[in-house]
Structure formats: C-alpha cells, structure tokens
C-alpha cells in the first residue's frame, strides 16, 4: 500500500489528530488536495516550475569510482543539483501553488534547521505570497545563515519560545496561527508528517524523484529494475519520493536509513522506527521515540534534517510490514562517507544525505547489485560542520 484510506490510515499508522479548532482548515485540505493535483491548470504550472525554475528532472549519475571501491553499481538520484539544494522545494513549490488555487492569501511553514523554511520563503517569492515561518529560538540562533536567507527572500521569522525553543516547538506555533487565521492562510507544512492529508500531499509532491529514477536507471543501465534503492529517513519525504514507484516492485529492497547519532543504544539519536514506539505526534499516530509513560524524547542527530522524534506513517507502515528495511548510521559514519564521496567523486553531500551513503557500508554488496541512493542535498550547508570535523 503506497497510498492511505480515506481517512489517511497506512494500516494502523496516520489519521489526523488535531484539535478541534483546526478541523474546518484541515476537512478543506483533505476535501481538495487529490482534486486540485490532477486540476490540468495545477500540473501545468507545477510540471513547468519543475522543469524551468528547480530545473528537473535531476540526473540519475551512475558513480563509476564509488562503484568501484563498494563493489556494486552505484547510481546517485542528484536531488542536490535542485535550486535550493535538495529536494525539500519540490514540496514547497506543489504545497505554495496549491494554497494559490485554494485562494488562500498567506504562507504559513514551521522550520527546524531552515531548510523547509528557505524553500518555503524562495516558493513564496516566486509566487508573490506573504510569509511567516516560525523557528525556534534556539534554531534561529544556530542557524543565522538560514534565517537571514529567509529574510532577504521577504520572509517573516517568528522564533518560538515555547518548550524546548526547537522543531516541534515551531510546529506548535505554526499550528496556533493557523487556527486563528483559518479564512486566508495555508500551512505549508515540510516532510511527510502531520495530519492527514499532509503525508500523502507531501508523497505525491516527491514522487517525482522515483518517477523520474525509474526511467532514467531503465536507458542508462538498459536493465528493469535497479536491486536496492536507499534513502536516509528524517520525517520520511526525500525517501517517499525515492520509494514511491518502487514500492510495488517486490524484486526492489527499499532501505531507509535513521540517525543513529552517537550510536543506537547511546540515548542520543534519532532513530525512530528501530527505537520508537506508537503514538501521536503533530496530529497523526505513527513510531515516535519516547519515554515508558509517553514523553517525547529529545532526538540527537549531527544532521538537523534527520533530528526529528517521529516519522512519516507510511514509512512506519512498510517497515512493520517488512516491506521496508530500516538501518541506522552514526554522526561519524555519515561524516566519513561524506568525506568519501567528496573525495572519489567530487560531489559534497548533505550531511543527511550522507547517512544513505554510510548504509552502503552495512549491506553484503555483490558484483551484480545495482543501487539507487537518493542523494537528497548538497553539503554547503554543512560546510561549518565538515571543517570542524576535517583531519588532514
Ligand atoms: C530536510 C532534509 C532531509 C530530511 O527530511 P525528509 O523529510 O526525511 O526527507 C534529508 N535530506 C536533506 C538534504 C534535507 O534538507
């Protein structure tokens, strides 16, 4: 199943758990999100903003060193060569567009590291929409670079001062101005989380990455299907992209791949399908990491796109069902496959992106494997990080 029920159920996983308050916003999203993606207008201007302005489709590089050294074929999906630097702008774009054919006035989007609120800040410019994101306080002090990129794109920063001043934090906040400017404000909201529909709006934003993957692995290597396709699990929406046409392909191992930050066991990590346990976060009922009577516990990942408690349902939903395979690579396992790309190829990942790569590491490779990695964004971001961490 790569698409939920009607109401947003993945087998036990998803729904929409939301005050009441913010049922008339939410019940007019899930009433016009499917309608509005086949609109002929909508796909028109999205597949051209696509192609013209993020400059789809991405290349699928076969990576002929890196292939070498891991003996296998190893083939990167360039998710990082997108304007912005990763995948997260194909959700922004789809998501500012569709608040455009709701009529809707006003952009709303929470943000971690920034990341989610660039591209949301760059689709609002693009598409002449007001827009406020809210971030932590202790992420907007973290994160200056972003929050004065956000500015400069004319975007609104309201820290959040609530809680721990972080991600879920700003999700909060998010959601409380949403309630009270329900008539003319949309929430654009960052991965493959939240209520339903935001899982499967996110989805169907992203399932381009395998669509395009899919066609692009059959011309090059003149095979079907690759053997393995990977991609490293924040909330889950680079990796619902990267999955999406592959999920009924049963010869295809899917492989998502968690935080594991100082290590599984350490109590500072992220990774949430191996450690969590079923809950509610931001409105839908997936695996979330936390405490024996139901506290969030607080991630750690080096990589602040994959520092998040929860995951998307569906990822949740095919790794119960063992249809997905779940692995974790620490912080310094991702720096060092980061390092090794940038060496043997040229190519600077992100650091999220680099904990796919550090799984190729874990996997009994053979000669005649063929594997996508979803090589999700560029590591400029973190260049602070890998100069810090840089010897010799
Ligand atoms: C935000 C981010 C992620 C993690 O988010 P998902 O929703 O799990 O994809 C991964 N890679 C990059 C480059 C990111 O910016």
Not at 210 to 222: D, H, L
Not at 340 to 358: C, Q
Not at 373 to 378: F, P, Q, T
Request: net charge negative.
């Amino acid at each position: 199943m790569k698409n939920p029920d009607e109401l947003g159920y993945y087998g036990e996983f998803g729904g929409a758990f939301i005050p009441e308050m913010l049922y008339p916003n939410i019940q007019e999203l899930q009433r016009n999100y499917q309608s509005i993606l086949a609109d002929e207008k909508f796909v028109c201007q999205y597949e051209d903003l696509l192609r013209n302005y993020v400059g789809r489709p991405s290349p699928l590089y076969f990576a002929q060193n890196l292939s070498e050294k891991k003996g296998a074929k190893i083939y990167l999906k360039r998710e990082d060569l997108n304007h912005t630097g990763a995948h997260k702008i194909n959700n922004a774009i789809g998501q500012v567009l569709m608040a455009k054919h709701l009529g809707k006035t006003r952009i709303i989007a929470e943000t971690g590291a920034g990341q989610h609120g660039v591209a949301t800040a760059t689709a609002c410019a693009l598409l002449q929409l007001p827009c406020t994101v809210y971030m932590g306080e202790v992420d907007i002090e973290r994160q200056n670079p972003n929050v004065q990129r956000m500015k400069m794109l004319g975007a609104t920063v309201r820290p959040a001062q609530s809680g721990s001043k972080t991600l879920k934090d700003a999700v909060n906040e998010a959601l409380q101005d949403w309630v009270q400017n329900a008539e003319d404000t949309f929430y654009v909201l960052g991965s493959a989380v939240g209520p339903h529909p935001y899982p499967d709006l996110v989805t169907r934003l992203q399932q381009i990455i395998s669509k395009e993957a899919k066609n692009q692995y059959r011309s090059i290597s003149g095979r079907d299907l690759p053997t393995h396709v990977i991609a490293c699990l924040g909330g889950g929406s680079n990796a619902a992209g990267m999955f999406y046409h592959f999920i009924d392909e049963k010869s295809v191992e899917l492989i998502g791949v968690e935080a594991a930050g100082l290590g599984i066991n350490s109590g500072k990590s992220a990774a949430t399908i191996q450690l969590g346990k079923i809950g509610v976060l931001h409105g839908s009922k997936s695996l979330l990491i936390q405490t024996e009577d139901g506290q969030v516990i607080e991630p750690h990942s080096i990589s602040a796109g994959l520092d998040y408690p929860g995951i998307g349902p569906l990822h949740s939903y095919l790794a119960t069902k063992g249809r997905l395979k779940v692995l974790g690579c620490t912080d310094d396992e991702a720096l060092a496959a980061a390092y090794e790309l940038t060496k043997v190829e040229g190519i600077l990942p992100a650091l999220e992106s680099a904990h796919a790569l550090a799984a190729l590491n874990q996997l009994a490779l053979k000669k005649e494997d063929e594997i996508i990695v979803c090589l999700s964004g560029r590591g400029d971001k973190d260049l602070a990080t890998y100069i810090k961490n840089f010897e010799k």
